[in-house]
């Protein structure tokens, strides 16, 4: 499969305070904002300039099944890479042993997760 390295996203534990600290102490933008009910989380997209690397910060809600205990220094939620086309992308994925543990459509788009060897979740969307 062919990828390209899209960002990273991170787990915080209170989404406002995370925001606030990336917007006025380092300077990102905010480029967008979503919730995703499927995982009752919430998604907030930030950039220091445009075309720049993106940083994702993710909150999940207290019934969510993916607000696990949060431990200070591992907090990396996904990487993601975008592919030309996702179900070729599952397809060779599934072949090589690594079914999607998480497949989601929302506005916007679709995606999915695969987990890497260490259980850290890859994220693949088109």
């Given amino acids: ?3 390209k390295f899209a960002y990273v996203g991170i787990r915080v ?10 917007t006025k102490i380092l300077g990102m933008n905010v480029i967008s904002q979503s919730k995703i009910d499927q995982t009752k989380g919430s998604v907030v997209v930030l950039q ?3 075309g720049g690397p ?4 993710n909150y999940y809600e207290k019934d969510s099944p993916y607000n696990v205990e949060y431990s200070v ?7 993601a890479f975008k592919v030309d086309n996702l179900e070729k992308a599952l397809e060779e994925t599934r072949r090589a042993g690594h079914k999607p543990v998480l497949e989601l459509k929302a506005e916007g788009g679709r995606w ?3 987990e890497d060897p260490d259980g850290i979740w890859i994220e693949l969307f088109e």
Avoid at 13 to 22: E, I, P, Y
Avoid at 54 to 57: K, V
């Fill in 1 to 3: 499969m062919k990828s």
């Fill in 54 to 57: 993106i940083l994702e910060l």
């Fill in 73 to 79: 220094g591992e907090g990396l939620d996904h990487r």
């Fill in 13 to 22: 534990t209170n989404l406002q305070k995370s925001v606030d600290f990336c």
């Fill in 48 to 50: 220091c300039e445009k």
């Fill in 112 to 114: 999915a997760c695969i």
